[in-house]
């Protein structure tokens, strides 16, 4: 196999990734699902179960919840919608990436100025990528609102 036709197939493989996306029901079922997920963690909050296998699996589906939203086609998806989600994909990260600097940051300020200590290993990845996921998802709905 020669080297332009093996980066040729690497090629055509990482295309056919990076179109993937999920049909427009799906959105539905992780709006449904999201929501499932959104009032167990809050029952859970509020009950005095403290099982912390119930709340490892909950974020989990609230993270793949999010990502069936963020994944899923409008029922018209044209060249416009997939440039609107390209951009909130990239705002998204961007703030992720901010949100992730500027933590520790406001951790450190909170602590010095209301002496409330904080617990300084609790930043998880669950709060980037919940965050940068919810930051998506709002960005590509107002973004196609008002194209």
């Given at each position: 196999?020669?080297?332009?036709?093996?980066?040729?197939?690497?090629?055509?493989?990482?295309?056919?990734?990076?179109?993937?996306?999920?049909?427009?029901?799906?959105?539905?079922?992780?709006?449904?699902?999201?929501?499932?997920?959104?009032?167990?963690?809050?029952?859970?909050?509020?009950?005095?179960?403290?099982?912390?296998?119930?709340?490892?699996?909950?974020?989990?589906?609230?993270?793949?919840?999010?990502?069936?939203?963020?994944?899923?086609?409008?029922?018209?998806?044209?060249?416009?919608?997939?440039?609107?989600?390209?951009?909130?994909?990239?705002?998204?990260?961007?703030?992720?990436?901010?949100?992730?600097?500027?933590?520790p940051i406001?951790?450190?300020?909170?602590?010095?100025?209301?002496?409330?200590?904080?617990?300084?290993?609790?930043?998880s990845y669950?709060?980037?990528?919940?965050?940068?996921?919810?930051?998506?998802?709002m960005f590509?709905?107002?973004?196609?609102?008002?194209?």
């Amino acid at each position: 196999m020669s080297k332009n036709s093996l980066m040729q197939c690497e090629r055509s493989k990482i295309e056919k990734w990076s179109q993937f996306q999920l049909d427009n029901h799906w959105k539905i079922k992780g709006i449904l699902f999201c929501i499932v997920i959104f009032i167990a963690m809050i029952t859970l909050k509020f009950s005095d179960v403290n099982n912390e296998w119930v709340k490892f699996g909950l974020r989990k589906g609230l993270l793949v919840g999010l990502l069936v939203i963020a994944l899923s086609k409008e029922k018209t998806e044209d060249e416009m919608i997939v440039s609107l989600r390209a951009k909130s994909f990239r705002l998204a990260f961007v703030l992720a990436v901010l949100y992730a600097l500027i933590q520790p940051i406001v951790d450190v300020l909170v602590f010095n100025l209301l002496g409330k200590p904080t617990s300084f290993g609790s930043f998880s990845y669950f709060q980037v990528l919940s965050f940068m996921l919810i930051i998506q998802i709002m960005f590509f709905e107002v973004l196609k609102r008002n194209r």
